[in-house]
């Protein structure tokens, strides 16, 4: 049978169904996580989360790799690790123009 990569397809929900089962609190920040909310739309909804960020190289499809996360938590680690990393525009104008 052949596998859809990334987050979609039987193997993703596989990996997801076993963090759901195997874990009880958020790797962020070690609360417990109520896995009756919404992860689409509640800010301590469940979700997986993946330590080594997917754009860094991560495999999405490791168990290793795969933690249950709050949805505000995982949102919050992503934001930071993406800002780390973005490049920010300077602005500078040449003396002689002015």
Do not use: F
Request: some cysteine; hydrophobic content about 35%; aromatic content about 8%.
């Amino acid at each position: 049978m052949a596998y859809s990569k990334g987050r979609a397809g039987t193997a993703w929900w596989n990996v997801q169904a076993r963090v759901y089962a195997e874990e009880t609190h958020c790797w962020l920040c070690r609360r417990w996580v109520d896995q009756s909310l919404d992860g689409q739309t509640h800010p301590m909804g469940r979700t997986v989360d993946h330590v080594l960020e997917l754009w860094q190289g991560g495999d999405p499809l490791d168990r290793a790799n795969c933690r249950l996360a709050h949805r505000r938590c995982n949102t919050a680690k992503s934001n930071r690790a993406r800002a780390k990393v973005k490049v920010r525009p300077s602005h500078s104008i040449d003396a002689a123009s002015l």
